[in-house]
């Protein structure tokens, strides 16, 4: 492809295998040059973690588009650890945006610091790399078993949509990732909303059920009961409650909100602490 275009760096947390990837692709296409450097395997869940022990082996992986080729590598390692492969070593010229996705399930509220979507968006803005994170809801049971019988014809659209605005930006200042779910029922003529990230979870641990606590699976996960109660703002509700799509615009800055002085005033106390230590 021409390098005239721009280079649109492409990964997930589902692996390198994901129908929701090559729809991401598929949008990145659009938009510009794709590269895609992506797990080889199943990472959900991984956050923004790089943890010892785990390789950062990689490899080309054929990957056509329409009966184009798309330069792509697949690495022995998390979403992270694969856009920091990417920009350390792999891409031919740095990219102009990151797509992360399109994810199998939402990711919303206070459970996307689970998220290897999100983390490996986060790790793209900690890089200097203007990102994205893109989530479809989807049957509980795809999370970590991709179908093909998904439709990601909105995710496409919504991907492309706010691609394209990031491209034409800048965004705002602390404005680091945007963080887009679609509802499952989403088209592109769904209406969308920008939220804030919920202070609720959106997904609470259970107990697995006896058969899959014998595969030594311990902890299992449903939706938060009354999600109505969650904040009317929120990203929670807005696809849950509304069924709009969720804009999210995430910060790097994970510093307290709080009021430092009327902090300071409540660590350092009246006075001594009692006794010695």
Same mark, same amino acid.
């Given at each position: 492809?021409?390098?005239?275009?721009?280079?649109?760096?492409?990964?997930?947390?589902?692996?390198?295998?994901?129908?929701?990837?090559?729809?991401?692709?598929?949008a990145?296409a659009?938009? =510009?040059?794709?590269?895609?450097?992506?797990?080889?395997?199943?990472?959900?869940?991984?956050?923004?973690s790089?943890p010892?022990?785990?390789?950062?082996?990689?490899?080309?992986?054929?990957?056509?588009?329409?009966?184009?080729?798309v330069?792509?590598?697949?690495?022995?390692?998390?979403?992270?650890?694969?856009?920091?492969?990417?920009?350390?070593?792999?891409?031919?010229?740095?990219?102009?945006?990151?797509?992360?996705?399109v994810?199998?399930? /939402?990711?919303?509220?206070?459970?996307?610091?689970?998220?290897?979507t999100? =983390?490996?968006?986060?790790?793209?803005?900690?890089? =200097?790399?203007?990102?994205?994170?893109?989530?479809?809801?989807?049957?509980?049971?795809?999370?970590?078993a991709?179908? %093909?019988?998904?439709?990601?014809?909105a995710?496409?659209?919504?991907?492309?949509l706010? =691609?394209?605005?990031?491209?034409?930006?800048?965004?705002?200042?602390d404005?680091d990732?945007?963080k887009?779910?679609?509802?499952?029922?989403?088209?592109?003529?769904?209406?969308?909303?920008?939220?804030?990230?919920?202070r609720?979870?959106?997904?609470v641990?259970?107990?697995?059920?006896?058969d899959?606590?014998?595969?030594?699976?311990?902890?299992?996960?449903?939706?938060?009961a009354?999600? /109505?109660r969650?904040?009317?703002?929120? %990203?929670?509700?807005?696809?849950?409650?509304?069924?709009?799509? &969720?804009?999210?615009?995430? &910060?790097?800055?994970?510093?307290?909100?709080?009021?430092?002085?009327?902090?300071?005033?409540a660590?350092?106390?009246?006075?001594?602490?009692?006794g010695?230590?």
């Open positions: 492809m021409s390098e005239s275009k721009e280079l649109i760096l492409v990964t997930n947390d589902d692996g390198i295998t994901s129908p929701g990837l090559r729809a991401a692709v598929r990145a659009v938009l =510009g040059e794709p590269f895609v450097v992506a797990p080889r395997r199943q990472w959900s869940g991984a956050g923004r790089m010892p022990g785990v390789g950062w082996e990689v490899q080309p992986y054929p990957f056509e588009l329409d009966g184009r080729a330069t792509a590598y697949q690495i022995e390692g998390t979403p992270a650890m694969a856009v920091a492969r990417a920009l350390l070593e792999l891409v031919p010229r740095p990219p102009a945006l990151l797509i992360s996705g994810n199998y399930g /939402e990711n919303l509220g206070s459970d996307v610091t689970i998220s290897g999100v =983390g490996a968006a986060l790790q793209g803005a900690v890089l =200097g790399l203007p990102a994205m994170a893109v989530s479809l809801q989807t049957p509980k049971e795809m999370h970590n991709p179908s %093909d019988a998904v439709d990601f014809t995710a496409i659209h919504f991907t492309c706010f =691609g394209r605005r990031i491209l034409d930006g800048p965004l705002p200042f404005v990732v945007l887009i779910d679609l509802p499952a029922d989403a088209t592109p003529g769904t209406p969308w909303r920008l939220t804030r990230l919920s609720y979870p959106y997904f641990p259970v107990l697995a059920p006896p899959q606590q014998e595969r030594r699976i311990a902890a299992d996960y449903s939706p938060v009354q999600i /109505e969650t904040e009317r703002d929120s %990203d929670i509700y807005a696809l849950a409650v509304d069924r709009v799509v &969720s804009v999210t615009p995430l &910060s790097l800055d994970l510093t307290s909100r709080a009021d430092m002085s009327e902090l300071e005033v660590l350092r106390g009246a006075g001594p602490l009692p010695r230590w």
